[in-house]
């Protein structure tokens, strides 16, 4: 073999060396999990999910990843006292309540007067320690209020998590496809902690 054939062949070992180096990088940088970006909230869940986008502004930062089928949403409110704490906690819980309320047709007609969910689409408490925990269905927008079978493509656990140390109020929601159970999910939020 002629010396310019070994420096060739190092040449191009090399740079399968870096492409592949490379694209190790690459890839660890480009699929973060919410465990890595999340600040104060550590658990074995959030290494589950990999972070697709995240947004923040005064106080608040919100992020979202994604398992295979499955979809995560974290809020995060910061520098708060107990009093603030509360009122945030209390606003989100009335207002989704208020999405499930018997409310008067617009339209009142000889079938119906009102609009009414049935109890199986209401929010299901499974859980007030450690954390607030809500079983809850979702529309393949990840939104709540669904009131027919049809329109349900996720089940949701909704938890707040609250930081007191911290500061830190967290809303955190798993949504799970509609035929997967929820229990593991449920018990893996119940494992979440606050950290400094």
Not at 11 to 31: C, D, P, T
Request: hydrophobic share 45%; glycine share 6%; charged share 20%.
């Amino acid at each position: 073999m002629s010396p310019r054939s070994k420096v060739l062949g190092l040449v191009a070992l090399l740079l399968s060396l870096l492409a592949l180096a490379f694209s190790g990088w690459y890839f660890l940088h480009r699929q973060r999990l919410l465990s890595l970006v999340l600040p104060g909230l550590t658990g074995p869940l959030l290494d589950e999910f990999i972070l697709d986008e995240s947004l923040s502004g005064t106080g608040k930062a919100q992020y979202f990843g994604h398992a295979a089928e499955r979809r995560c949403k974290i809020t995060v409110w910061e520098e708060l006292g107990v009093e603030a704490q509360d009122k945030i906690l209390k606003e989100r819980l009335f207002a989704l309540h208020a999405m499930y309320r018997s409310l008067r047709s617009p339209y009142p007609g000889a079938l119906s007067r009102n609009i009414h969910c049935d109890e199986r689409f209401k929010p299901q408490l499974l859980a007030e320690q450690p954390h607030l925990l809500y079983l809850l269905h979702a529309t393949e927008r990840l939104t709540y209020g669904v009131c027919e079978e049809a329109a349900i493509r996720y089940r949701s656990l909704l938890a707040f998590i609250r930081c007191s140390a911290t500061g830190r109020l967290f809303q955190v929601e798993v949504f799970l496809p509609t035929g997967e159970p929820h229990e593991a999910t449920a018990q893996a939020l119940a494992a979440l902690a606050c950290v400094r």
